[in-house]
């Protein structure tokens, strides 16, 4: 299943935990980008747009640790760039696995099938590979041929393994709902361990800015895409709460979580948001303390929130959420339905 029984109950406990000592801002899962380079350059992302001498450098393990230590979230999200260029990923792996956090390592899989010898098998450990949709929307989406394919193979060949692995994937305007619905099935038939979706976002740095989606578009699109998982005609495993695909489709109101899913890279702790460029703090506790978090989310008035719906920032109000009474047997038996 997507998110295991005991990946719940601890974040569960971490959650009530932090609500139990006062705190109001506490992260969730910690976006460690130990890298810039990729080995794509996708239309929705910009990490390459990066000078050279940046795209050449790259965190340490140590410096890994120390971020996670800092934030202190039970899920590390490890995207990039690649991270699978870095040269020490398994060692930043191996230590993160060894601290007891969730890692989800986020990659094309250009190079997972090479790389699999490189790790063990873990329920702390989930590969999450980014598939934009069917093999002509993701070709098409990471502007080369093939590479569809390849993702395909390393999955087939991580399960053969024993890995857990997940799919990434980013909805865009003009997307057939039945291309989406039809890859969800297919990612399914793989007998993967759950999907995560999200709405695409004005990223500042992406090449393509075309074909983002605004908020009423959203709702629009995943009622339309969900409406089989909604009815019960469609048992689609998401690696995600139910209560945040209920928010995607508009029957949830939530508001912006934006220090759920801090990000730490080569740059120190970007503020606030890793989809806004707004610059760094060299600490943690900087970073919550010294951001005017009343500036961020959609009833901000901030021009730059006002269309996002993204996982970063509202699966987070999703999972506080799904600690309440009335919402802790939904977001079980979604748990359990997964097994």
Request: aromatic share 10%.
């Amino acid at each position: 299943m997507a998110v295991t029984l005991h990946q719940a109950a601890v974040v569960g406990k971490y959650v009530v935990t932090q609500k139990l000592k006062g705190r109001k801002k506490f992260p969730i899962t910690l976006m460690l980008e130990p890298l810039f380079r990729c080995n794509l350059a996708c239309s929705g992302c910009g990490k390459i747009q990066h000078p050279v001498e940046i795209l050449r450098k790259h965190l340490s393990p140590e410096d890994c640790f120390k971020a996670a230590e800092e934030c202190g979230a039970p899920i590390v999200a490890i995207p990039g760039g690649e991270p699978l260029l870095h040269p020490q990923i398994d060692e930043i792996v191996r230590g993160l696995v060894a601290r007891k956090k969730f890692v989800y390592l986020c990659t094309n899989a250009i190079r997972l099938e090479q790389s699999l010898d490189k790790f063990t098998p873990s329920p702390y450990l989930t590969f999450s590979i980014h598939l934009d949709g069917l093999e002509e929307e993701h070709d098409h989406a990471v502007d080369r041929k093939g590479i569809f394919d390849i993702a395909v193979k390393a999955i087939k060949a991580a399960k053969a393994r024993g890995f857990r692995i997940t799919t990434n994937t980013t909805v865009f305007e003009g997307t057939p709902p039945e291309r989406v619905q039809e890859f969800f099935d297919f990612v399914t038939a793989l007998g993967t361990d759950g999907m995560m979706i999200s709405p695409g976002y004005r990223y500042v740095k992406a090449p393509d800015q075309d074909h983002f989606l605004a908020r009423e578009q959203t709702k629009a699109l995943f009622r339309e895409i969900l409406a089989p998982w909604k009815n019960g005609t469609k048992r689609w495993n998401f690696n995600a709460s139910p209560l945040f695909l209920d928010f995607l489709m508009g029957e949830k109101d939530y508001e912006c979580t934006p220090w759920g899913m801090p990000s730490y890279s080569l740059f120190g702790w970007q503020k606030p948001c890793y989809l806004l460029g707004e610059g760094y703090y060299p600490t943690y506790g900087e970073l919550i303390e010294k951001t005017d978090w009343s500036n961020y989310g959609h009833k901000s008035g901030n021009p730059s929130c006002a269309d996002c719906m993204v996982h970063c920032g509202y699966e987070p109000t999703a999972a506080e959420d799904a600690m309440r009474p009335q919402n802790m047997l939904r977001s079980l038996s979604s748990v359990f339905s997964r097994s």
